[in-house]
């Protein structure tokens, strides 16, 4: 099945029928709702939050086993399932009813002491990092495979199959040094494995995914790819959030390895390939803005300490 339409009058017919409650709150859409998952904010107190494909159902019984266990271990409020919805009124996937979060998404620009920010990202990560994994879910199709070893052939975002193709398509486009590019991803896939028992990640702290208030980040939200796996990925704010001069702050913070970090730079390298003909960046030209400033804060990071 493709993409479910999903909209405030389907949001209204669900809680109608399974939670009257709530029937009678205000539904309204969020300005971010991303393109996995549909989620609206229901009254001034709760969201609703919809899997728009199949192959992300899994994400629902991951974040409704697992968030409550994590919670109360995290130094930063996220996200909290209070209710799980079943298909109905046409639409065919569970879903979920989760507690509002304040905060707006957080911005580097709007950031009021990086610094700051990248040592309370590296508490967070590293706080994750401390919990007990016993019985936690390996990297899985519905977590897109976020924390496989690099080099993995599983259809994550960085296997080496589905990112050679992208950095070739980018040769015609001029954007970037591609030679480069395939120097860090290369750098990447040699970099020793992790050695280390499985961790908890989140799997995608991007800035879609940080709240922040008065230019503090204030919460962590979407735990749709959460795993125990490989920790390299959640360095991704380094280049994909945090700027520059508060890059080193984050990585003396996390306390992690050279090769641990290497394995970073091409988790955030596959994910900032704006290749021409693909729909994520054809639907919005800002997309491929952001990609080629996070891909060159990559370089400059592999240019800078090879390691």
Known sequence: MGRVPIDTTLVRRLLATQFPQWAHLPVTPVPWSGMDNATFRLGTDLSVRLPRYAHWVGQVEREHRWLPWLAPHLPLPVSEPLARGEPGEGYPYPWSVYRWLEGETATTEDLADPVRTALDLALFVNALREIDTTDGPGPEQSNAFRGVPMGDERDSLAADARVRP????????????????????????????????????????????????????????????????????????????????????????????????????????????????????????????AALRHLEAVLVDHRSHGS
């Open 166 to 289: 992208k950095i070739e398509a980018l040769k015609k486009t001029g954007l970037v040094d591609t030679d480069a590019v395939t120097e860090v991803w290369e750098a990447a896939l040699a970099a020793p494995a992790w050695h280390k028992p499985p961790v908890w990640i989140h799997g995608d702290l991007a800035t879609g995914n940080l709240l922040a208030r008065e230019g503090r980040i204030s919460a962590v939200i979407d735990f749709g790819t959460l795993a125990v796996a490989d920790p390299a990925v959640d360095l991704l704010p380094a280049w994909k959030f945090l700027p520059a001069r508060a890059r080193d702050a984050f990585r003396e913070a996390v306390d992690l390895d050279d090769a641990t970090w290497a394995r970073g730079r091409g988790w955030a390298l596959a994910g900032s390939l704006p290749v021409p003909d693909d729909p994520f960046f054809q639907e919005d030209p800002a997309r491929v803005t």
